[in-house]
């Protein structure tokens, strides 16, 4: 039988994969924006970072949705005694940001440690209330930008 190169190559870019076989891949981080709040001075908006900040921000969102929640939280960055995720629970008493009026009381406050000071705050839901309400449980709703550490300020 002739071979069509033509049409074995076309095959070849054809995916085999299904959402069955590649179920793995779901169960890493997504990043949600639907809650972001650029209304607070403690925070700030996407314009008010640079290029290169926005670019370091879309690699580290790219790093961070290889891996699930569980990863990033034993994954220790700095001096080693922090992680890339902390998962605080309840909303911070020592904060420069206030809890956002349109964001649910019961979520799970934390932030992905960007570098330096600089951070991605946020929240997950428990993964009771998100078999509970049928939501994904591996989004990180993206909430504040900070830049200069002030969502959880830690005493000198």
């Not at 290889?66 to 904060?95: C, Q, T």
């Amino acid at each position: 039988m002739k071979q069509n190169r033509v049409k074995d190559a076309f095959l070849k870019t054809i995916p085999e994969f299904t959402i069955e076989t590649s179920i793995k891949k779901f169960e890493k981080i997504a990043f949600s924006l639907q809650f972001f709040d650029n209304s607070q001075s403690a925070g700030q908006h996407f314009n008010e970072w640079t290029h290169d900040q926005l670019v370091k921000l879309l690699e580290k969102l790219k790093q961070y949705c290889a891996e699930d929640f569980e990863h990033w939280k034993k994954m220790r960055i700095g001096s080693g005694k922090n992680h890339v995720l902390e998962i605080y629970g309840n909303f911070p008493n020592n904060s420069d940001f206030c809890f956002p009026s349109h964001v649910p009381v019961d979520v799970k406050w934390g932030r992905f440690r960007l570098e330096g000071d600089m951070r991605l705050v946020g929240f997950i839901i428990d993964g009771d209330s998100c078999k509970a309400n049928q939501i994904c449980p591996n989004i990180f709703y993206i909430v504040f930008l900070d830049a200069y550490h002030r969502f959880y300020k830690v005493k000198s």
